[in-house]
């Protein structure tokens, strides 16, 4: 294994034709040296013509080193456990095949981990860019849909504030992985089934304070993530919800009963919350936001009990 690259930027992607060139694009423009990076892209059983778009990508740029490979099992969590074997940097971040690093993201990435040698993890923001616009409809609560994360402007130990890095924008020291173990495969999504979960499971194993301490967040490193139409409508949000749920629930389906206990009462009150929240929305005259609001808590709440 070449451990010459200071970081490995890994992208596991699914039927994304219409993003995966724009993620792809915005990586052979960083500001990091060519020679300090790779790029490795897990095509997990794509359909579509996400391939093309990538092979496409990799003859234009014979300048950047790319590792390209296919992961057959399928699942977002097999394909990140592949990108973590085939990549060979000291650190190693994941960004999704619809997200748009600023060309100074990876170099960012090094200099953080250089500034504190026993940091493990780190997190940054994920802010959505709405392709097709806002829906009416939209307001906070959906971060979970759009992939949006903003604890706020303040850098620090994340996993005391009862976050951690996620989605397209976590970054990690190689060695995490020898130490807390790999991405659960029961885990996250598998194709078009929305389970999740799987980041949240795989940083709650860092328990000790000392790990703790290791896990950090900085605001300004920065993530744009595309969200077109496909991903703002009401059966969209229905199956994410049905995913969601399930998540929960396997992720302490072998855990001791009262763990599972505090989890179900957990994701009941969270959802109800949503509904009422929902009601007055409606109440105060704002149908559309209130009406899908309701709906967003009643099939999280069916979906842990279903």
Not at 78 to 104: C, M, Q, V, W, Y
Request: aromatic content about 14%; proline content about 4%; glycine content about 8%.
């Amino acid at each position: 294994m070449n451990n010459s690259f200071e970081i490995s930027a890994v992208i596991c992607t699914y039927n994304r034709e219409k993003y995966i060139r724009k993620a792809l694009d915005a990586l052979a423009k960083q500001t990091l040296a060519v020679a300090d990076f790779e790029i490795v892209i897990i095509n997990n059983n794509s359909t579509d013509y996400s391939a093309e778009r990538i092979e496409e990508f990799i003859l234009a740029h014979p300048e950047l080193h790319i590792v390209f490979c296919n992961e057959e099992q399928q699942g977002l969590s097999h394909a990140r456990n592949r990108g973590i074997k085939e990549s060979s940097g000291k650190l190693i971040t994941f960004l999704d095949d619809d997200a748009i690093a600023p060309p100074d993201f990876l170099e960012k990435c090094v200099m953080y981990f250089e500034q504190k040698p026993t940091m493990l993890a780190l997190g940054g923001k994920i802010i959505p860019e709405f392709v097709d616009g806002k829906p009416v409809w939209y307001t906070k609560y959906y971060w979970g849909v759009t992939g949006e994360f903003d604890p706020g402007n303040q850098p620090g130990a994340i996993l005391y504030w009862g976050k951690f890095p996620c989605g397209s924008n976590m970054t990690f020291r190689r060695d995490f992985f020898d130490t807390f173990g790999l991405f659960n495969p029961n885990l996250g999504r598998k194709g078009a089934i929305l389970l999740a979960g799987e980041e949240k499971e795989l940083f709650s194993r860092v328990k000790e304070k000392k790990d703790k301490d290791r896990v950090w967040y900085q605001p300004d490193l920065v993530v744009y993530h595309m969200v077109d139409h496909t991903k703002l409508n009401a059966d969209y949000l229905e199956k994410f919800c049905y995913g969601f749920a399930k998540g929960e629930k396997l992720e302490v389906a072998n855990a001791p009963w009262h763990v599972k206990l505090r989890r179900y009462i957990e994701y009941s009150i969270k959802p109800l919350g949503a509904m009422v929240l929902g009601v007055i929305y409606i109440l105060k005259g704002e149908k559309e936001k209130g009406s899908m609001l309701f709906r967003f808590g009643w099939w999280i709440l069916k979906g842990m009990w279903k």
